[in-house]
Antibody
């Protein structure tokens, strides 16, 4: 069974830093892209970052570029999110999620991507 | 960038009713959409991928369709545990971007 467990959320002052971790088990971690998704209090879901299976490619939402760094340690089956220069609008629950893909027929075979397993989330609060 | 407009933001229904939630994309999404269910205080759960493929273990009362840039999630015969929030998600520009719809809360009438 796929299991994702986030940790590292905390109360931090604006401008501060935090490192989130996500421990993965129950699947071949190194075979999957992984994502971070966040949810501000009472709001919807927002994708934050993606990282390739081998860690060689990373992508970020515009608001995270230059401040957040996604990384992974495949030997430890772990995903990370280093967050610097934190702002109030970064407050929320941060989820790690496994990316899965599948082929769909739409007149031709295309690959579709989705998040098939999620952790329980870790709360980040940015406030003075 | 693809814009996703999810509607309605909330809908009221009774147990046994059928509800349809819509996501409209600003352009065609060849790979289709995924749909998620989120209960309060919990992580989202995948319901449907590729617009119409049911994820393993998801009840058959959930179904998804696609017509051009118009995507729907239908829940037939609502059960008490279905009165929660639903999100659509596109990944046409994966891996550089994932976009979620704004969410739809299904409430008990």
């Amino acid at each position: 069974e796929v299991h994702l467990v986030e940790s590292g959320g905390d109360l931090v002052q604006p401008g501060g830093s935090l490192r989130l971790s996500c421990a993965a088990s129950g699947f071949i971690f190194s075979s999957h892209w992984m994502s971070w998704v966040r949810q501000a209090p009472g709001k919807g879901l927002e994708w934050v970052a993606n990282i390739k299976e081998d860690g060689s490619e990373m992508f970020y939402v515009d608001s995270a570029k230059g401040r957040f760094t996604i990384s992974r340690d495949n030997a430890e089956n772990s995903l990370y999110l280093q967050m610097n220069s934190l702002r109030g609008e970064d407050t929320g629950v941060y989820f790690c999620a496994r990316v899965e893909s599948n082929l769909v027929w739409v007149g031709q075979l295309l690959k579709t991507y989705y998040l098939d397993s999620w952790g329980q989330g870790t709360l980040v609060t940015v406030s003075s | 960038d693809i814009q996703m407009t999810q509607s309605p933001s909330s809908v009221s229904a009774s147990v046994g009713d059928s509800v349809t939630i819509t996501c409209r994309a600003s352009q065609r999404i060849p790979g289709g959409l995924a749909w998620y269910q989120q209960k309060p205080g919990k992580a989202p759960k995948l319901l449907i991928f590729g617009s119409g493929s049911l994820h393993g273990g998801v009840p058959s009362r959930f179904s998804g369709t696609e017509s051009g840039t118009h995507f729907t999630l239908t829940i037939s015969s609502l059960q008490p545990e279905d009165f929660v929030t639903y999100y659509c998600q596109e990944a046409d520009n994966f891996p550089s971007r994932l976009t979620f719809g704004g969410g739809t809360r299904v409430e008990i009438k």
